[in-house]
């Protein structure tokens, strides 16, 4: 918060204070209204004074990301990871891919080790019709807010904005069979000093 800000911000909150010191059964609400007004006016400036959002989970290192309320910091990102690790341990499979294509043909290739959630914020605005993205996604959730925030204030605001949170994660639902680890080196090859001789 710069110094401008705080002065403002100050001054909002103690109008709101004088407000409720002057309030009575009988405050006509014409003054109510204007009560009304001056709480928006100092929710606006608390919004541009706060720079990072409340923090949804006791986690560290994902204090703004998605809630798992079963989890014991409240961090899904990092729950999921924990059952990850946990169900491979109980599956005793390392990885669970085969690496060599001769023994996997398989056109589609083989998917990425990525047991990391990926997760992203999307700003939409509201075009009269739908909702559209209005913007890049954002792996970060305060710059997303900050963008929608410069949206909001800039010369033809839409009339609504929202801040769309995606995440997706792959997660083993069954297995079939037993992901035995092949070499890649062809079996009964090395040892014979190289004749180069085919069979
Ligand atoms: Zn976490």
Redesign the pocket.
């Known amino acids: 918060m710069n110094h401008s800000q705080l002065t403002a911000l100050g001054r909002a909150l103690r109008l709101l204070g004088e407000h409720g010191d002057a309030l009575t059964a009988d405050t006509p609400d014409a003054r109510l209204h204007e009560v009304k007004a001056d709480l928006r006016r100092a929710l606006e400036l608390l919004d541009e004074s706060v720079t990072s959002s409340a923090p949804t ?1 006791r ?4 204090p703004n ?1 998605p809630v798992d309320t079963a989890a014991p ?1 409240l ?5 999921t ?1 924990r059952r990850a690790a946990r169900r491979s341990e109980y599956n005793g499979t390392a990885p669970a891919v085969p690496r060599s294509p001769e023994h996997t043909p398989s056109r589609y290739g083989v998917r990425d080790d990525r047991p990391q959630p990926q997760q992203r914020w999307l700003p939409e605005m509201w075009n009269g019709q739908a909702w559209q993205l209005c913007g890049t996604p954002r792996r970060d959730r305060r710059e997303a807010e900050l963008y929608l925030a410069a949206q909001r204030r800039g010369p033809r605001p839409a009339t609504a904005y929202r801040l769309v949170h995606e995440f997706t994660d792959y997660e083993v639902l069954r297995v079939w069979g037993t992901p035995v680890h092949v070499d890649i080196e062809p079996m009964g090859n090395g040892g014979n000093g190289g004749n180069g001789g085919n069979v």
């Open positions: 989970t986690c560290a290192e994902h990301g910091d961090c899904l990102l990092c729950e990871r």
